[in-house]
Nanobody
Framework: QVQLVESGGGLVQAGGSLRLSCAAS????????MGWYRQGPGKQRELVAV???????NYADSVKGRFTISRDNAKNTVYLQMNSLKPEDTAVYYC?????????WGQGTQVTVSS
């Protein structure tokens, strides 16, 4: 069982930056693929960025060049650095952890970008 706790959301002006953190419980963090997803008002949940256990990353086209996902296995934490934020980035951001057979979600953290 893996528990995920996100933090770092908030209100920011367009063009600003935020860093989200997701702390994971348990001893298997280094073997987990980790990801960030978001769900905007009236929208479906969508992939933002993922990082494999080996550090390979992938991003949604809408955030490439602005967002960076990283992980610190010593701290059981994955990060999402978000720069040049836009109003359309406003959403609840969820952390996800998965293995081949299981997956877990955090409770989400709200990010609001004002114009």
């Amino acid at each position: 069982q893996v528990q995920l706790v996100e933090s770092g959301g908030g209100l920011v002006q367009a063009g600003g930056s935020l860093r989200l953190s997701c702390a994971a419980s348990g001893s298997i963090f280094s073997s987990l693929a980790m990801g960030w997803y978001r769900q905007g008002p009236g929208k479906q949940r969508e992939l933002v960025a993922v990082i494999s256990s080996g550090g390979i990353t992938n991003y949604a086209d809408s955030v490439k060049g602005r967002f960076t996902i990283s992980r610190d296995n010593a701290k059981n934490t994955v990060y999402l650095q978000m720069n040049s934020l836009k109003p359309e980035d406003t959403a609840v951001y969820y952390c996800n952890a998965r293995t081949i057979t299981n997956g877990w979600w955090g409770q989400g953290t709200q990010v609001t970008v004002s114009s």
